[in-house]
Each structure stands twice: as structure tokens, then as C-alpha cells.
């Protein structure tokens, strides 16, 4: 019988598990890389682009995919898990290690480490590279899309650039408080006609509601018309409820300077909502990999049972769902402020770390 002994193991432990995470990586890019291809063709096929249109649509696919594959790391690090443990089951190895003094802990802990040093340097390392490559394909995105409106808020204020029937709205307003976008102060609406400048309208308060907006006592001087209005109507075309996402797209912030944006935008009277998610999911990652390691043994070396190939692919795409509506749900709870925002990224990997913790815990028979 052959002998282990602990640094041979971890050794070989993390060189298998190393190769099912190549190989599990390789096949979600490929994916990832597929349909995000298949998305810019869609996107682009009306747009401007006449020389070497799939080469750049492929070269915006590239830049695109990482930061998708890092937001789908756990899913990638669930199936390596199961592969890894499926591997060592058919091989039937996990007997000579129990039978060494090695127990099933031993060998879902390794790799779990593992996963959670991967996380660290995912978030250190490699979210400054993607962030950098979102904010690249972002201004590429925004050049091609003149008919969408945009937002920016700076220290003079809010900026919004709407289209609206073949005109270019400008609108400033001053800096919004507690991240009410209902109500504007001290509005100004620029008219511009063809690129040219056809007047303006001012306002003390705006009331939104939906896509219409009430001016009080509107000053209107446009072209030929000069006159106030008490409560003027402004009919817009801005989804109130889509106007947060066109400010920011959490994707361009790494976990180094995302702490600098939040402070900054939070002096403009900006919460951040996305700021706080997308931080904290950098800050929980390296956990929530480790626990995708301990959950893959579940269904694996835990039931001491080997099932058919697409049982495993099936109890994957089920945990995978599960985690990702528990994901989805919790944040949906903390945006509608039943619950702290904070704890709503937290709680489904505290409540996965507990039910990988009472696994691991349990007599390792």
C-alpha cells in the first residue's frame, strides 16, 4: 500500500485540482466568449462599421469576456470541485488516503485553501486588469450609442444628456441629496436643434413623476418664445428606474479604487448602491470560492457514491441556480432596504459558509 505524506499530497491535491480548473475555465471562456460574441453582432449590425466588422467585434467580445468570467468564478470553481472529487472517486483513491491517516477533511480542505488564495489574488490582482478593460470597452460602447441617454454627476452638479424627437437635451441640476431622483433643484433644460443652440428652460423644483417632469415656474426662452410657467411640463423619455445604471457601471472600479469612487460620489449626494455591491462581492470572493469547493464534496466524496456523469453535471447546474437566485434574492432585499445592503451580498455566502462548515464538521466516516 502506498504511504502519503502531507507535502507529497497537497502537492499532488493541488496539481489535479490546478488541471480540472484549467480545464473548466477554458470551457466557461469559450461560452462566455460565444454569446458575448454573438451579443456585439446583434448590437453592431445597425452601427457605422464598415472595415473588418467581425474582427472588432470579436476584439470587443475579448475585452469584454474576463470581467464575466471572474462574475462567474464560483460557478467555475463548483464544476472543478465536482470534477476534481469525481476524478478521485472513479480512481478510487480516496481509500489508500484514508487508509494513510489522511481523512475526506484533509482532502476537501486543500483545495478549498487553494480556491480562497485564487480569490485573493482574483481580486488583487486581476480586478484592476478587467476594470481597466471595462472601462476601454464601456468608452467604445458609448461612442456607438448616440441615441442613449447619459448621466454624469460632478461638483456642479447633475448632467444629463437626453435625445429626445431628433433634439439633444442637455439638463444640469444641482447635486441630489439621500439619492433622490424624484426631486431636482435649480434645473436648467439646454435645447440644442441640429447642434445649434435654441434656447433653454429654467426651473426652481422639478417633481418626477415617471417620465414626466413638473417644472415650477418655468422660465421658457426658446427661439421666439419667452414666457413662465407655474407648473410647466417636461415630457421625458429617461426611465427613471434605468437612470442610476447609466451613471456607473460597477464593472470599472478594482478593489483598489473603488473606496476613492464611493467617497467621491457620496460628496455629490450619491449613495452608490452598486459601488457598495460590487465591493463587497470583491471582499467576500475569496470565501465564497472556498465554499464552492467544500459544497462540490456534498454530492461527491461525502456520499461515498459514485452517480452517473450527468447526475453530477445535473446536481451542478442545480446548486449553481440555487446559489445564484440566493445571490440575486438577498440583494433584491437589501436595494428595497429590508435589509442592510451590506449584509445582503453577505448573507448567502455566510449562509453557505455555515452549511460548509456543519458539513466539514460532521464524523468523517
Known sequence: ??????????????????????????????????????????????????????????????????????????????????????????NNEITPMSLSGFSKNFITLVPGIYSLILGILIVAVLSPITSELSKYYETVKTKYSANENLIIMSDTGIWIKENKDNKINIIRADIIKKENFKNLKNISIFVFNNNKFSGRIDGDNVTIRGKVWTIDNANQNLLNENKISKNYKYYSQIDL??????????????????????????????????????????????????????????????????????????????????????????????????????????????????????????SDE
Open 1 to 90: 500500500m502506498k504511504r502519503y505524506t502531507p507535502n507529497l499530497l497537497i502537492k499532488y491535491l493541488i496539481k489535479e485540482f490546478s488541471f480540472s480548473l484549467l480545464i473548466f475555465t477554458i470551457i466557461f471562456s469559450s461560452l462566455i466568449l460565444f454569446i458575448t460574441y454573438i451579443d456585439e453582432i446583434l448590437f453592431f449590425k445597425d452601427k457605422e462599421i464598415t472595415d473588418n466588422f467581425f474582427i472588432k467585434t470579436l476584439i470587443l467580445s475579448l475585452i469584454k469576456s474576463p470581467t464575466l468570467i471572474i462574475n462567474l468564478s464560483p460557478f467555475i470553481f463548483l464544476f472543478s470541485g465536482i470534477f476534481f472529487y469525481v476524478k478521485f472517486l472513479r
Open 241 to 362: 428606474d434605468k437612470l442610476k445604471s447609466f451613471f456607473n457601471n460597477s464593472d470599472v472600479f478594482s478593489i483598489w479604487n473603488i473606496f476613492y469612487e464611493l467617497q467621491e460620489i457620496r460628496q455629490r449626494g450619491y449613495y452608490g448602491q452598486e459601488l457598495v455591491i460590487k465591493l463587497n462581492k470583491y471582499l467576500s470572493l475569496p470565501l465564497l470560492l472556498f465554499s464552492m469547493i467544500i459544497l462540490s464534496t456534498i454530492f461527491t466524496i461525502k456520499t461515498n457514491y459514485t452517480f452517473n456523469n450527468f447526475l453530477y453535471a445535473f446536481f451542478g447546474i442545480l446548486t449553481g441556480i440555487i446559489v445564484y437566485f440566493l445571490a440575486d434574492l438577498s440583494i433584491a432585499f437589501g436595494k428595497s432596504g429590508k435589509i442592510p445592503l451590506v449584509l445582503s451580498v453577505w448573507m448567502p455566502v455566510i449562509l453557505i459558509m455555515t452549511f460548509s462548515t456543519y458539513s466539514l464538521l460532521r
